[in-house]
């Protein structure tokens, strides 16, 4: 250990699937990443939390719909709405937007097939907690693997987040159909991000890709130094 | 009482399965303008009257069976025989 580790949560939700690879990721990179169990009604002391990707509770209904609704879920809205740091990836994504943490809601996909690639991403903002390792403007690969990742918000809702610029992802090339090719995005206070892609599948030259290191380490930065404030 | 949900996506929201099915149709030679695909949830709900059962119903739409951002619903009670 270099340096202070913050320690970050990873929800684990009943068909999860990438909550071991999210962990894992965090670990790598200095953080103390530890997993939070679905039905846990309290957090423990956090810095920052990741809701990792997958098919909570088999994702009947709509994606994400139920797994909003999991005890450990209450206790990251209240987290999140303290001010905590809190990322959503695929699945996680998904259960921020419909947990009203998010703008928008994902859809199936414009073509109906599951798409798994990798795929080119452009950096919009680098001053958000989830991406100051970025830089505006420059392209990440990282890849993606949805059936249900089509953001939608309607026309006013667009205009307004866009000019809040609360579009932190773009896909570089159509993906899913997603509305203006959002790939991430961020609430208003900007310490919520949801995002379609898995940093934590991009994280070594051997994946194809480490471009995902620069969200997860940005996100550990962010709670480093959350962390070295409050001790 | 028996009550049913028909969630749908709302005028204007873009159905991918919905297409994907009216083309099917007129492949199969049917002439048919407009495939929407929704949703249909039967519910036994425990409610002294027709008024309680559907504010149930409305409440349960809300929360967790349509999200109102893309998609609308109705609700059909049907009360049992008195």
Known sequence: MTSPQPRVGVLRFPGACDDRDALWALAAFDAEAVFIWHTEQELPDLDAVVLPGGFSYGDYLRCGAIGRFAPAMEAVVDFAN???????ICNGFQILCEAGLLPGVLRRNESLTFVCRDVPLVVERSDTPFTSRCEEGQTLTIPVKHGEGNWYVDDDGYAELDARRQVVLRYAEPVNGSRN????????????????????????????SADGALILSSLVDSARARFLTTV | MKATVLVRPKNGILDPQGQAVESSLRQLGFSVDGARIGRVVDLEVDAADAATARAQVEQMCEQLLANPLIESYEIELVEPPA
């Open chain 1, 82 to 88: 303290g001010g905590g740091l809190v990322l959503g």
């Open chain 1, 181 to 208: 090719d959002v790939a991430g995005v961020v609430n208003e206070r900007g310490n919520v991000m949801g995002l379609m892609p898995h940093p934590e599948h991009a994280v070594d030259p051997l994946l194809g």
